[in-house]
């Protein structure tokens, strides 16, 4: 199990060092990189104003106590920072994953499929347009329900700070580990079901890589240089070690 979690790990080095050694695969990350920068832009200043508007209405409050209670303002005013800190950095490693698959999937994919015909010799699964349609609301269902279990988790962990962090990254990244392979899933002709059956015969690896992944993302702006090698790596693992299981 440990020796397979260690293996998961080392795919985000094999897309890492697979995407920075081929400027060709460079192009395919310039639009959906942009879109992160954007996205991080609109998440800092969201989470700025909020946690400004808190922290005056807090002072306005506190200015009106007794002098021997001041200190009070002053703790509450520190807690508002350190929670928009914390929710920034968690909002960020959560959602991005399910921004990508909002806005960045359609260059991801091309990414995917061109990496895959050099590397591995695939032709893309040709699919109807009814079946590209499911395929992609059950990937969009997919981000929602990892959303949902995050905000779940995150509240949890917040009465149970270690037992909850544990659990929370645990969780995150066995559906990282997921999301990041349906790319290579679709361009092979596997369903989002199927796919997760897959990855349930080998819950240590895909964990191992997803946790990386979701601990990477966590780092703020991380994102922008990472995100291209998650989805090359999820390629990398989901070739090399799933695909053969497939019946």
Not at 34 to 51: P, T
Request: charged share 10%; hydrophobic share 55%; proline share 2%.
């Amino acid at each position: 199990m440990i020796r397979d979690f260690l293996l998961g790990v080392t795919y985000i080095l094999k897309g890492g060092r697979a995407f920075y050694s081929d400027n060709k695969l460079w192009k395919f990350a310039v639009i959906p990189l942009g879109l992160m920068l954007i996205f991080y832009a609109l998440a800092i200043f969201g989470v700025y104003s909020l946690s400004g508007f808190v922290s005056g209405k807090l002072t306005a409050l506190t200015g009106q106590l007794p002098d021997w209670l001041a200190w009070v303002g002053s703790v509450l005013n520190s807690g508002v920072v350190i929670f928009s800190v914390l929710f920034f950095v968690f909002f960020l490693s959560t959602s991005i994953g399910t921004f990508y698959e909002f806005f960045g999937g359609l260059f991801f994919d091309a990414l995917t499929q061109h990496y895959e015909n050099r590397r591995f010799g695939i032709v893309p699964c040709k699919m109807t347009f009814a079946g590209n349609f499911k395929y992609a609301l059950n990937s969009l269902f997919w981000g929602i329900r990892v959303v949902i279990i995050f905000f779940l988790l995150f509240i949890v962990s917040l009465f149970f700070p270690i037992a909850g962090q544990i659990v929370l990254i645990a969780a995150m990244g066995y559906c990282f580990g997921v999301s990041y392979m349906i790319c290579s899933a679709q361009n092979n002709g596997v369903s989002l079901a199927e796919l997760q059956q897959l990855c349930s015969q080998r819950r240590a690896l895909v964990m191992g890589f997803g946790t990386a992944a979701y601990l990477l993302l966590s780092i703020p702006a991380a994102a922008i240089f990472f995100l291209p090698a998650l989805v090359i790596g999820g390629s990398e693992l989901f070739n090399e070690q799933l695909k053969n299981r497939i019946s």
